[in-house]
């Protein structure tokens, strides 16, 4: 179980936000979580069902049956087969053997007994053959079924056989279409969307088998999406075959649906200035959103924002700023962002890893460009990855990334940095490291050495917070306070950030000015 960190509640090993709250819950240790928004599926699971075991429709688990929010789902309780129709096939294969089975047995009285004709006597006899009588209607538009899960809204195909209806699934995610959830969960545990609106409910197509007695009639092949789940209610098997667009005589409500609840949408903004020292500007900024919208629904935000602060001098320092920021675009939007965006799952522990496969590859980039160039170039980098409501941050020198939440300025890194090591073991005071002789010797840099290491921080977002990226030459001309002075006075990003500027400048502007502020609203229908 893992414990939401805002509201204390527990959910699910495979939850990536709260089911109660919604708030976004924090990476997991690698090899402690299964894939993000799917049920684990362990080795029993994949097992065939015991010999022992009647094949039987009265013995399959009903997967909508009430579960507490806090237990863990039981891969048992939903029947997927590997071959739907091989499976139907055996079951109705396996209900004739059962029914000769009863009838082969003996009479225990020891007086002799005239067997009685097939159809007059036997235990359990056999299915009536079916009549357009015996056939079961259409459920009526508006029927509920599976714990009020499934709503029919229209028939849409009928057959001896089998029917197939368009249903609303209300307990499908309306915006990553997950189809785990439990009765009881508030928020998706895949991407954190409120379920509580049952406007937004997707349509799903679902298959019902009609039976007779225990006789099951196959389910016909299915080509177009296959079988997600089973299950029996009142005398007849259904088969969920997935989402579908809704239907054409559906009302406008239902087609013109329009952005879902939940979400975060970032405003961007960004701003670099020499200062009024330095004859060139060594900083790079980097600022990359992806905001899809599929099927009319926003889906959860993307985005990568990033600060280096160049040092070497002219033509070293710019060179190392400007690699770092476009080796970290490349490694991070093609090894994360394009493959979620392509509909792959993301484990908890893939974002980490990435991020730092990213700083270790600009990394040993720059130290070839140093021994190439005779030169010592190199870069401090801090970057924040966003998904959704979660972000997360690296950081290698003393550029900063800092989260305004709750009219409070908060510093998620930790400076490398002679000055801010004094700190720490309690040799100067906090307010000297702005006058210190060596208030810009940094330890920790990207081309230093061969290998870096580099500082990983998660933290949940919500909507209001801004997150703000900058180089020193901000943090030292105006400090935390004048920072968050100017935080409360603008709440356009880039008025905050063109104002930053300003007064880094009238402060002294004694170094290059970067600052890239992402403020998080709520995407809200």
């Not at 899960?149 to 915006?175: F, K, W």
């Amino acid at each position: 179980m893992i414990a939401c960190p805002d509201c204390g509640a527990e959910n699910r090993t495979s939850a990536r936000f709260c089911l109660t709250c919604g708030a976004g819950l924090p990476f997991a240790p690698i090899g402690e979580v299964a894939v993000a928004g799917e049920p684990p599926v362990t080795e029993d699971a994949r097992e065939e069902p015991s010999a022992a075991a009647e094949p039987m429709i009265g013995h399959l688990t009903d997967p909508c049956a009430s579960v507490s929010p806090d237990q863990e789902p039981e891969t048992e309780g939903v029947l997927i087969p590997e071959d739907p129709v091989d499976s139907a096939a055996a079951l109705v294969d396996d209900a004739p053997h059962h029914y000769e089975e009863q009838e082969s047995q003996e009479p225990t009285s020891a007086v002799a007994v005239e067997p009685s004709p097939p159809e007059e006597v036997a235990p359990l006899p056999e299915p009536e053959h079916e009549t357009a009588q015996s056939i079961l209607p259409p459920l009526e538009t508006g029927k509920r079924l599976c714990q009020d899960r499934y709503e029919i809204a229209a028939v849409l195909e009928e057959t001896p056989e089998t029917i197939l209806y368009d249903a609303i699934d209300h307990g499908r995610c309306p915006l990553c279409g997950y189809f785990e959830t439990l009765p009881g969960d508030v928020y998706c545990a895949r991407c954190g969307v409120s379920l509580l609106s049952p406007s937004q409910a997707p349509h799903i197509r679902l298959r019902s088998l009609r039976m007779a007695g225990e006789a099951v009639i196959q389910l016909e092949e299915e080509t177009d999406g296959g079988i997600e789940n089973w299950f029996e209610a009142e005398g007849r098997l259904y088969a969920v075959l997935g989402p579908q667009s809704a239907p054409s005589d559906a009302p406008d409500d239902v087609h013109n649906a329009g952005p879902i609840r939940g979400g975060l949408r970032h405003v961007v903004a960004y701003r670099s200035h020499p200062g009024l020292i330095r004859d060139i500007n060594e900083d790079a900024t980097l600022a990359i959103t992806f905001a899809p919208v599929l099927q009319n629904n926003c889906q959860p935000c993307l985005g990568l924002y990033a600060v280096a602060d160049g040092m070497g001098g002219h033509a070293s320092g710019e060179v190392a700023s400007r690699t770092a920021i476009e080796g970290l675009a490349r490694v991070i939007v093609q090894r994360l962002f394009l493959p979620e965006l392509g509909g792959e799952v993301v484990l908890p522990e893939t974002p980490p890893a990435v991020l730092q496969e990213a700083v270790q590859e600009i990394n040993q980039a720059i130290c070839q460009l140093q021994e190439s160039s005779a030169s010592d170039m190199g870069t401090t980098l801090t970057a924040a990855v966003v998904r959704d409501k979660s972000v997360l941050v690296a950081n290698v020198g003393d550029s900063r990334t800092y989260l305004w939440h709750g009219g409070e300025l908060i510093q998620l890194t930790a400076d490398h940095s002679l000055v801010a090591q004094l700190v720490a073991a309690g040799a100067i005071e906090p307010d000297q490291i702005y006058h210190h002789p060596e208030k810009s010797a940094i330890f920790r840099s990207l081309g230093h050495a061969a290998e870096v290491e580099v500082d990983l921080f998660v933290q949940t977002l919500e909507a209001g917070d801004r997150l703000l990226l900058c180089s020193d030459g901000v943090w030292e001309m105006l400090r935390p306070d004048g920072i968050e002075e100017v935080l409360l006075l603008e709440a356009d990003p880039q008025r905050a950030c063109d104002e930053i500027v300003r007064r880094s400048n009238l402060a002294g502007g004694e170094d290059n000015i970067s600052v890239v502020i992402v403020l998080f609203e709520a995407l809200v229908a």
